[in-house]
């Protein structure tokens, strides 16, 4: 018999709560019962969250950034197995990236390595952004300033795949906004000629 928490391997060997454990024993029954069992036995994830915006819950996956890739391949089908599981929850998936902080004068000098691109904030940020409408695609990005310095992010999506995402647009706002304190909004623009 599988251990139940055989999806799940958190940093520092810490141990999953119940609904992490959920999830997991969730994925362990997918790669036995599901022909997505070859791609699923290399698998796991760090860490889940569940999220209640405006009466609704969704669930937030976070993967390991070496099997982002391996996911993103089954991803389409796993989102619509594990949303018939847990009710109609929505379900996104995302590359657990790490943010250094920014080095100041103090701290220059006690970090020899610097500091790469794909740890600064803004990429981090824009990285869980495409993590978060895949497979839709973004053409496009237009950021309001308002006067009071507040900023607006317009995100342009992939007009092709509309019908697919459309409904879960709001989702994907009040994720974006949760993880990140960003106001974000979806647009599907009709492409440039």
Not at 166 to 181: A, I, R
Request: glycine share 2%; aromatic share 6%; no cysteine.
């Amino acid at each position: 018999v599988l251990k139940m928490s055989t999806k799940i391997i958190k940093p520092n060997a810490a141990e999953a709560d119940t609904f992490e454990t959920s999830i997991s024993q969730a994925l362990v029954e997918l790669e036995t019962n599901s022909d997505l069992k070859a791609q699923l036995r290399e698998l796991y994830i760090t860490k889940a969250k569940e999220i209640e915006l405006h009466n609704k819950k969704s669930i937030i996956i976070y993967v390991p950034m070496p099997k982002l890739k391996a996911f993103q391949k089954i991803q389409i089908r796993l989102v619509r197995e594990l949303e018939k599981k847990f009710s109609g929850k929505h379900v996104v998936f995302i590359g657990d990236r790490k943010i250094l902080p920014k080095p100041s004068h103090k701290t220059r000098v006690a970090n020899k390595q610097k500091r790469p691109r794909s740890r600064t904030l803004t990429s981090v940020y824009d990285a869980i952004l495409e993590d978060l409408v895949f497979p839709a695609e973004i053409v496009g990005k237009r950021i309001r300033v308002k006067l009071d310095g507040s900023q607006l992010i317009k995100v342009h999506l992939d007009k092709n795949q509309q019908t697919t995402i459309e409904h879960k647009v709001d989702t994907f706002q009040s994720v974006y906004k949760k993880l990140t304190g960003r106001e974000v909004t979806f647009e599907f623009p009709e492409p440039y000629l």
